[in-house]
């Protein structure tokens, strides 16, 4: 993911609609993708990740897909809820790059109750 | 579950004091990170370690230094304090080679006046 300047892209849904979070990664040698959420006052915490091997992943009302044609990442939360009002981050992980991981500047999700 | 500690949530110093954030994880991680967050530049990578006594900079890594001694514990030190080193700080830690998820403590939000 790529810095987006000082303003989060956010993203405003109805509670119990399905949410889309979409992310643009920069290195085609990423070989790993995660997705961290960040509640307010709170450290990232780790939703789901991917491999570059595969194109899609679920888990508990997530879903991750991974275009690498395009470089595109996205993640889906299904039937959201207000709990997940947070912001969103994606990060890849390039092989070839050790540990350094790059992080997205972020998405915030705010559920409608 | 994997527990990442950091020493203070709040702490506020003056210009050109010495301040250390200390950061602690309990899972036997082999790497660990610092980061800072702003508003709108996302999480930047100040330095990592991948081993004890082993550090590597990040991208941001002016004004700072780290230490570790034990496996568990990795401390970031603002060697004279400055004003533009006001931000959020987060500590992560993670499991082997590149390729696995970072666990992130609270975070520290440190003010300098």
């Known amino acids: 993911g790529e810095s987006v300047g000082l303003h989060l892209p956010t993203l405003s849904v109805q509670e119990g609609d399905n949410s889309i979070i979409n992310c643009a990664y920069s290195?085609?040698?990423?070989?790993?993708f995660i997705w961290y959420k960040q509640e307010s006052g709170k450290g990232p915490q780790f939703i789901i990740d991917i491999r570059s091997n595969m194109d899609k992943r679920q888990g508990q009302r997530v879903t991750v897909l991974l275009n690498k044609t395009v470089k595109h990442l996205s993640l889906q939360i299904a039937a959201t809820q207000p709990g997940d009002s947070a912001v969103y981050f994606c990060?890849?992980?390039?092989?070839?790059?050790?540990?350094?991981?790059?992080f997205g500047a972020g998405t915030r999700l705010f559920v409608k109750a | 579950d994997v527990k990442v500690t950091q020493s203070s949530r709040y702490l506020v110093k003056r210009t050109g004091e010495k301040v250390f954030l200390e950061c602690v994880q309990d899972m036997d991680h082999e790497n660990m990170f610092w980061y800072r967050q702003d508003p709108g530049l996302g999480l930047r990578l100040i330095y990592f370690s991948y081993d004890v006594k082993m550090k590597e900079k990040g991208d941001i890594p002016e004004g700072y230094s780290v230490s570790r001694e034990k496996k568990e514990r990795f401390s970031l030190i603002l060697e004279s304090a400055s004003t533009n080193q006001t931000s959020m700080y987060l500590c992560a830690s993670s499991f082997g080679r590149a390729g696995y998820e970072q666990y992130f403590g609270p975070g520290t939000r440190l003010t300098v006046t």
């Open positions: 290195n085609s040698a990423s070989d790993y």
């Open positions: 990060a890849e992980n390039p092989y070839t790059g050790g540990f350094k991981t790059i």
